[in-house]
């Protein structure tokens, strides 16, 4: 093979390389939108049906049991989906969106539709620039994504913390280091996706589960970085 067609080879592997990769990340985001859509109609739904909010919200039991079902959803999701088929990995992952819609209707009765639908779409517009950043750098994003892991543990330190100070100053300073941190890790974990998809497996099984994966964290990216935002953005009812 002379080196036109060892070139010709290697630009033919690349432009498929880039397709599958582009297929696979519009995989990703159709998801996240289908479980971001699911938890929007969830929580409006319970919002606007008062019995349901006063079970939810005026019932520890029921509203930290909610709570302890989505952790145990998400931290066991990677481990399940392996053992079952795409479809069953599926419906495990709109359960959870449905889920968290039940406990996010909370927002409903905290801030107005008008600043929650603004803040939606801020941080959309967000979301959107950063995913697009991660997707397309030819730079590494690792020392960002290990700033980001170290800023979540600070966060997650502080806010638990903050429960008995109950500092303004430092609500403040957690929301916008929250903001800051889900931001980051939109493009690293973007970037992260893109790096893992197995070339060669589009249409399988594995690679719908791959996707499903994909779309989980993006999902909490999103939903993350959006009550950050709402912290800032959100008008409170009177």
């Excluded at 049991?65 to 079952?84: C, D, H, K, N």
């Excluded at 959870?96 to 779409?121: C, D, E, P």
């Excluded at 980051?184 to 719908?208: M, P, R, S």
Aim: glycine letters at 8%.
């Amino acid at each position: 093979m002379n080196r036109f067609d060892s070139h010709s080879v290697h630009a033919g592997y690349e432009t498929n390389v880039a397709r599958e990769n582009a297929a696979f990340l519009r995989k990703v985001y159709l998801i996240m939108a289908g479980g971001l859509g699911a938890t929007g109609a969830t929580a409006l739904a319970v919002a606007s049906t008062p019995f349901l909010t006063t079970l939810i919200f005026t019932n520890p039991l029921v509203f930290y049991g909610l709570i302890a079902i989505e952790l145990v959803m998400v931290f066991s999701f990677s481990a399940v989906a392996r053992r079952v088929s795409a479809v069953t990995a599926g419906a495990l992952f709109m359960t959870y969106a449905i889920v968290n819609g039940i406990t996010m209707s909370a927002i409903f009765l905290v801030y107005t539709s008008s600043s929650i639908a603004t803040t939606f779409f801020v941080t959309g517009g967000t979301f959107a620039a950063m995913s697009a950043y991660g997707y397309a750098t030819k730079r590494e994003l690792s020392g960002l994504g290990h700033f980001a892991r170290m800023g979540l543990i600070g966060l997650i330190i502080a806010s638990l913390v903050n429960i008995f100070l109950r500092s303004p100053m430092l609500q403040w300073l957690t929301t916008f280091v929250g903001v800051i941190v889900f931001t980051c890790l939109v493009a690293y974990d973007t970037q992260k996706i893109k790096q893992l998809n197995i070339i060669g497996n589009e249409g399988t099984e594995e690679d719908h589960k791959e996707a499903l994966h994909g779309a989980l964290i993006l999902y909490l990216d999103f939903i993350n970085l959006f009550l950050f935002m709402l912290r800032i953005l959100g008008g409170r009812r009177d």
